[in-house]
């Protein structure tokens, strides 16, 4: 067990979350415990790395985060969690408290988001088994999010079925991220780290979506501590009695509109880093590996991995056949 290396994780985790949770609307963004806080949360991961280096069963592999294909894909899934989670947390109040629809239409308002991202998940899975090009549909999805974002933020006042429209979209850029991330992990951790790697992607998804919700509740706190002081007060206030059937209009939607266009910005923003991050990555061809099969080069550095999720492209003989 990676005492040493967990205990700096967690340690810098938990720090730069409560910088996170507190900034803007507790302490100030300049305040110097703020500051303090970050930074010890920033020179944990500093640290980490040297740390593990040093570990006998190093609770984050230096060596696998040490290959671009894997440090780079599961950089974009911490990112697309960041997203995903963000969305996830802030839309149904924002449907709630500045739109003003029921906790029902708010529902039934996240449906497109997430139909959309199962049913692209699908089709790129089967997209990959078929072509062996996992990042493409990646990193064109993230591009699409990334618009789909500000876009958001240009036409936040358009109503929720514009919006429900868009979240559509935004899912199904989404969903194009996690099969490709996951197929282009095992093909670079090969047969003998497999698990290493898929356990990598999934903890990748679990820190990103953490830091996501809690990146999107601060920018969303500290806009309307910049537009209006006494918003939080009124907005807490207005949560505590959302779930009752009569729905009134907002005593600071206009504050809350202004702040949530900023909350979206930021979700574009991620989306654009991510989808560089993803554009970044080599063109891996996978269609030539038979499935489950691990080849190495006479080098032992070139690796062909096919997920065994993936099925392998038939011989172009066999398809022009078919």
């Known amino acids: 067990m990676d005492y040493a290396g967990t205990s700096v ?15 803007g609307h507790e302490v100030s963004w300049t305040s110097p415990v703020l500051l303090a806080v970050a930074s010890l949360g920033a020179t944990g991961f500093v640290l980490l790395r040297k740390v593990e280096q040093k570990a006998h069963d190093p609770l984050i592999s230096p060596q696998l985060i040490g290959e671009p294909v894997i440090w780079r894909a599961s950089l974009t899934v911490l990112l697309f969690a960041a997203v995903l989670f963000g969305l996830i947390v802030q839309l ?27 049913v692209v998940s699908t089709a790129t899975g089967l997209r990959i088994s078929t072509t062996g090009h996992p990042r493409t549909s990646m990193a064109a999805g993230l591009s699409i999010v990334t618009v789909a974002f ?23 850029g989404l969903g194009s991220t996690m099969p490709a991330a996951q197929t ?13 790697g898929t356990a990598l ?7 990103g979506g953490v830091m996501g919700a809690a990146l999107a509740s601060a920018v969303l706190l500290g806009r309307l501590q910049v537009v209006d002081p006494n918003a939080r007060n009124i907005l807490s206030r207005e949560l505590a009695s959302i779930g009752s059937s009569h729905v009134e209009a907002s005593q600071i939607a ?19 880093c991510a989808a560089a991050v993803a554009w970044s990555i080599p063109n891996l061809d996978l269609a030539a590996s038979p499935v489950g099969a ?16 993936t ?10 056949s078919r």
């Open 294 to 309: 691990f080849a190495t080069s006479s080098s032992g550095n070139h690796r062909k991995f096919l997920a065994v999720n």
């Open 150 to 172: 500000f876009v958001l933020a240009a036409g936040i006042k358009l109503g929720p079925v514009f919006i429900a429209l868009l979240t559509f979209l935004i899912g199904a």
């Open 184 to 196: 282009m992990v095992q093909w670079a951790a090969g047969a003998q780290r497999l698990g290493v």
């Open 311 to 320: 099925r392998a492209a038939p011989p172009a003989g066999e398809r022009e």
């Open 254 to 272: 206009p504050a809350l509109i202004a702040a949530y266009r900023w909350v979206f910005l930021a979700l574009g923003g991620l989306s654009g």
């Open 9 to 23: 994780f967690v340690a810098s985790t938990v720090a730069l979350l409560l910088a996170l949770s507190i900034g």
């Open 92 to 118: 149904p109040v924002f449907f709630q408290t500045a739109l003003r629809t029921s906790a029902t239409i708010s529902g039934l308002l996240l449906i497109p988001l997430t139909l959309a991202q199962v």
């Open 201 to 207: 992607v999934s903890f990748s998804r679990t820190i």
